[in-house]
């Protein structure tokens, strides 16, 4: 994997382990980032390395959301294991909105996932039986981890460990698929399809599965989700949420998968972080967001890297010499 | 099909819309030569190219390598039964290093999938060592070793023509199509890549040349195909081939031969 992304997740756990202590008033907001972080870890695999849109990611995080709450709630199982339910449901979704989308050319899977989010949506506010409709349901069980429930209000730091140690470990699984033979069959189908092709790399299948992983890791965070909040309802997954989360990984940067949690993490705070100014915030957020996507392309994290070298180039006393690795 | 031939092609006709880029084409490649196709441009060259590696489907036709018809399988089945290819332009994966470019080359070499790639399995990184020893080695044998954590994109035309030659090879295919490799070079350049064609039929590849060279096609080839407006119109050893009198009136005017 590399010295530079070990270092990168040990320092992500130790400031995971810290920040409860050194910042007990706010941390606990960077739950839901952290939850959001997943999904993004998943899109930017799909963006990123497979060169695919998907507009239909907050409906997989529903999947996740609405199969564990109610294989726990109406059939009583485990939290545990309706996990794994929902990541096999959009397993067989996925497959069947991306192997007609993917096999052509094109982008065919963005409009395949927009019609499965809608649909999805209707789905999660029409089915009432099912779903509890527009007004959800609650009571959803919460996660018992070692025999130690994670129960708020006094639990929130439980929650935030498990979380982003949630995220850690989807970081760990796709920094390990990235810097593989996969990892690199994926990079070379989004630098040049044929050329990939002609090297004995079956792209629509690479494209495929990368989809059905992407979708997976949203699946994942919605079951998280659902029993960390106790309470779903379609608000969460409507279509505007899918584009928030590209949004996220396209600020983030989509390059690297680190991208998709530092645009998670920028994009989640920024209105914090912007509340004092009342009714101007969104304008002030709407024009962050323009200008880091004009001028930073590469995205704030391959930015920043960029601006901290150049700057370290500038200064007198240090020499260039550190050959440059990409992720 | 003859006995120590790897390729076998009849009958290979490609038409665009109204355009017959490939017309009646025919060859039998035997195992181990340097088997040159020339031809104007605009001849059809590349096209013949692009059915043997299921870039594009022919018309009509068969194509049969190893014994086994090739024709509308796609590429990476191809790449599998053994054909690597380099490009007229280049075309490599610009976000890459030298090395990860020729490390995708690799990539029917070895057999790591997703849930390999993500336990990390000792499996995989045995064979993730292998590969890139395997890599390193293409890299030396065209002399550009020194530049294996470069980006590609940053690298000089020349180099990264030998990128794409090592990448190509990096597969260890058993027949090699180039098309024109020489474009660019200078004579000396030329001499150095007409050695390197000759060292690879000497480990027992066979080479289909594309090329405008003729010097470097007439010294180095066993056997030459000329095509003409998509139709094959001579076939011989290149002296023969320097004698044809269709070819000499194909080439007249140009002092290509
Ligand atoms: N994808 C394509 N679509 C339409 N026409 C094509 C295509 N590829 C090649 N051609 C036509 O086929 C003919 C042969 O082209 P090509 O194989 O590139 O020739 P060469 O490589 O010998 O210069 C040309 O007339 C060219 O315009
Ligand atoms: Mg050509």
Redesign the interface.
């Known amino acids: 994997m590399g010295l530079k992304n070990l270092t990168g997740l040990v320092l992500l756990s130790l400031a995971v382990i810290v920040l409860p202590y050194a910042l007990p008033d706010f941390y606990f907001k960077l739950i839901q980032i952290g939850i959001y972080a997943l999904i993004c870890i998943g899109l930017s695999l799909l963006l990123g390395y497979a060169g695919q849109i998907s507009l239909g990611h907050a409906a997989f995080y529903a999947l996740g959301a609405y199969t564990s709450a109610i294989l726990t709630v109406r059939y009583g199982w485990s939290p545990w294991l309706a996990v794994w339910v929902g990541i096999g449901l959009t397993i067989i979704l996925a497959l069947a909105i991306g192997i007609p989308s993917l096999r052509l050319q094109g982008h065919y899977l963005a409009m395949a996932t927009l019609a499965f989010g809608e649909i999805a949506f209707v789905v999660a506010t029409a089915w009432v039986a099912l779903t509890g409709g527009p007004s959800g349901f609650g009571h959803i069980p919460k996660w018992n981890v070692f025999g130690y429930r994670l129960v708020p209000p006094r639990a929130d730091q439980a929650i935030f460990y498990f979380v982003w140690a949630a995220v850690i470990l989807g970081l760990l699984v796709a920094l390990n698929l990235i810097n593989s033979r996969v990892g690199r069959a994926l990079r070379a189908i989004h630098d040049g399809e044929q050329a990939a092709d002609v090297l004995g790399i079956p792209t629509a299948t690479y494209k495929i599965k990368i989809f059905v992983l992407s979708a997976a890791y949203a699946s994942v965070a919605g079951s998280i989700y659902a029993h960390v909040s106790g309470y779903v309802n379609p608000g969460p997954f409507s279509v505007e949420h899918s584009i928030l989360f590209i949004t996220m990984v396209i600020v983030g940067g989509m390059r690297t998968v680190w991208g998709g949690v530092a645009g998670a993490c920028l994009m989640g705070l920024l209105p914090e972080l912007l509340a004092d100014l009342e009714h101007w915030r969104f304008a002030i957020y709407g024009l962050i967001l323009l200008i880091i996507m004009m001028f930073i392309p590469q995205g704030i994290l391959l930015g920043v890297r960029d601006l901290i070298a150049w700057s370290l180039e500038k200064l007198p006393f240090r020499k260039a010499d550190s050959p440059g690795e990409t992720e | 099909m003859t006995p120590d031939a790897i390729l076998e092609v009849r009958e290979l006709s490609k038409r665009f819309g109204g355009v017959h880029a490939l017309e009646g084409v025919e060859c039998i490649v035997p195992e181990g030569q340097v088997f040159a196709v020339i031809g104007p441009n605009g001849a059809g060259k590349t096209t013949f190219f692009n059915c043997l590696?299921?870039?594009t489907r022919p018309t009509t036709g068969s194509i049969r390598f190893q014994n086994r018809p090739l024709a509308g399988l796609?590429?990476?089945r191809?790449?599998?039964a053994g054909i690597?290819?380099t490009?007229q332009t280049i075309?490599?994966?610009?976000?890459?290093?030298v090395l990860?470019n020729v490390?995708?080359?690799c990539?029917?070499r070895?057999s790591?999938?997703?849930p390999?790639?993500?336990?990390?399995l000792p499996s995989?990184r045995r064979?993730?060592r292998r590969?890139r020893e395997a890599a390193m080695n293409h890299l030396q044998r065209l002399e550009i070793a020194h530049l294996a954590?470069r980006?590609v994109s940053s690298l000089p035309f020349l180099q990264q023509r030998r990128v794409e030659l090592a990448?190509a090879l990096a597969?260890e295919p058993k027949l090699l199509l180039l098309d024109e490799p020489a474009a660019g070079l200078n004579t000396r350049e030329t001499g150095q890549l007409g050695e390197l064609i000759l060292s690879i039929r000497e480990q027992g590849l066979t080479v289909l040349l594309v090329e405008h060279d003729m010097s470097l096609v007439m010294e180095i080839s066993d056997q030459v195909l000329v095509l003409d407006h998509g139709v094959p119109i001579a076939e011989g050893p290149p002296r023969q081939i320097q004698e044809n009198e269709k070819v000499i009136a194909i080439y007249l005017g140009s002092e290509a031969l």
């Open positions: 590696t299921g870039v796609p590429s990476h191809i790449a599998e690597a290819r490009w075309r490599l994966f610009e976000h890459m290093t990860e490390l995708v080359g990539h029917t070895g790591t999938g997703f390999g790639a993500i336990l990390r995989q064979e993730e590969l954590h980006p990448r597969a």
